[in-house]
């Protein structure tokens, strides 16, 4: 057997029977910001569980996707912050759809979410900037997110210089919030219950937005 055909079959012996626990229309909260409110609790104990997938579409119609950790939720949305300048930043700048993927792999859920994406008030970004570590801080102005470097080497040299600038590393000074650095919050339009069920029979139930309000409806696994 050749090491491709080897692999295959390991890729296709791969399956996990998934539990008996179920979801249905008489479990779901009125409105599905409350209903993911009480997932994200179910998962605090998962290692991040505020991880998750944002996948943006460039000028050409090519997706692309990463991970970043949600920073706050409420009935207004989601939010997640990064460099505007990023590829992610400015491909949803110019295509404001968006879709976020909560996979909570241990709970056997999964919770989906497409919408629009815009940037928060600088005064928000600022509030959450000033909550990060001092690291994080420093790095959030060294790194020219997603553009080419030269090297380890030159990354290190332009976190090095920004320490500096900014009291050191160790240092006291402010660092302020960079101009090109800040939150999105994604405003939901659909957002989908995803419960792994036995023989892939999952429960996918799909809130949608109507008017001022959301219908519900279940989807086939």
């Known amino acids: 057997m050749s090491d491709d055909d080897a692999s295959k079959e390991r890729l296709a012996a791969l399956r996990r029977e998934y539990g008996d626990a179920g979801l249905d229309l008489p479990d779901l909260a009125d409105d599905p ?14 290692h991040e569980p505020n ?34 300048s990023s590829r992610k930043g400015g491909e949803l700048d110019a295509h404001p759809q968006v879709a976020l993927l909560f996979p909570w792999h241990d709970l056997q859920r999964q919770v989906r979410v497409e919408g629009t994406a815009a940037r928060v008030g600088a005064e928000e970004s600022a509030a959450y900037f000033a909550t990060r570590p001092r690291g994080s801080q420093l790095g959030a102005w060294a790194s020219p997110q997603s553009q080419p470097v030269t090297s380890r080497e030159a990354l290190d040299a332009s976190y090095d210089a920004v ?20 939150g999105y919050r994604v405003t939901p339009q659909v957002v989908e219950f995803w419960q792994g069920r036995h023989g892939r029979m999952h429960d996918r139930l799909v809130y949608r937005r109507a008017g001022q309000g959301w219908t519900v409806q279940r989807l086939a696994p």
């Open 163 to 182: 320490a500096k600038r900014f009291g050191g590393v160790d240092g006291d000074d402010e660092v302020p919030l960079p101009p090109f650095w800040g």
């Open 51 to 84: 991880a998750m997938v944002v996948a943006s579409v460039s000028d050409e119609g090519a997706p692309s996707a990463r991970m970043v950790l949600l920073k706050a939720v409420d009935e207004r949305g989601f939010v997640f912050y990064t460099n505007f």
């Open 33 to 46: 910001i409350t209903m993911f409110r009480r997932w994200l609790d179910d998962a605090s104990g998962l």
